[in-house]
């Protein structure tokens, strides 16, 4: 089974610090892998993506994602965490094949970001 | 360029009753998606539509029946609304269902089913 997983429920950061999210992946092959966020009431936003090519992924607001083949990992980062960052992370997998590529989702990391 | 868009934003259902979530998307994608949403599960796939014209089952979908109406719309059927049904549903939609393409999100619609 292609899978993620996200072993944190919940972060707490405080405002100016660095903050990370983790996602561990389990695949067969290559993946495709994701990062979205949810705002309160509101749908999915693409945060960035992973292809192929460089491990470091650059995405919205001023997030990015490192691509760790050894470790089945793509954690999110950001140097310096904004309250306005408080939202549901999820982690996503594309699996080779099967239901049309749609995403395969982590179960989600609330991150609290404060003052 | 409105993206994905869902209507209706909320409702609520009592049990038995049948109903439609609409979606459409207005970025000429060719691949669309229904997913579910339930608290710590994070996002589950009802029903797919790779190209108009075909639609398939994904991991959850007993209860639900899809229609593609044409490239721009999917639309969402519960004929026999059940509790368990009580979700937030997500339609998306792709370029391309290739594994590359990036998933684009409605707003959602919120069910309550008593």
């Known amino acids: 089974a292609q899978s993620v997983a996200q072993p944190e429920d919940q972060v707490n950061v405080a405002e100016g610090n660095p903050l990370t999210v983790k996602c561990t992946y389990s695949v067969s092959g290559n993946p495709y892998l994701f990062w979205y966020v949810q705002y309160p009431n509101r749908g999915l936003q693409f945060l960035l993506k992973?292809?192929?090519?460089?491990?470091l992924v650059k995405g919205s607001y001023g997030f990015e994602a490192e691509f760790n083949k050894s470790q089945t990992s793509f954690h999110l980062k950001k140097p310096s965490a904004l309250v306005s960052d408080s939202a549901l992370y999820f982690c996503?997998?594309?699996?080779?094949?099967?239901?049309?590529?749609?995403?395969?989702f982590g179960k989600g990391t609330s991150l609290l970001v404060t003052p | 360029n409105a993206g994905v868009t869902q209507t209706p934003k909320f409702q609520v259902l009592k049990t038995g009753q049948s109903m439609t979530l609409q979606c459409a998307q207005d970025m000429n994608h060719n691949s669309m998606y229904w997913y579910r949403q339930d608290p710590g599960m994070g996002l589950r796939l009802i029903y797919y539509?790779?190209?108009?014209?075909?639609?398939d089952k994904g991991e959850v979908p007993n209860g639900y029946n899809v229609s593609r109406l044409n490239k721009r719309e999917f639309s969402l059927r519960l004929e026999s609304a059940a509790p368990s049904q009580t979700s937030v549903y997500f339609c998306?939609?792709?370029?391309?269902?290739?594994?590359?393409?990036?998933?684009?999100f409605g707003p959602g619609t919120r069910l309550l089913v008593l």
């Open positions: 996503a997998v594309r699996p080779v094949g099967g239901f049309g590529y749609a995403l395969n």
């Open positions: 998306a939609s792709s370029a391309q269902a290739t594994g590359r393409e990036t998933q684009y």
């Open positions: 992973y292809i192929t090519g460089d491990n």
């Open positions: 539509s790779a190209s108009e014209g075909t639609t």
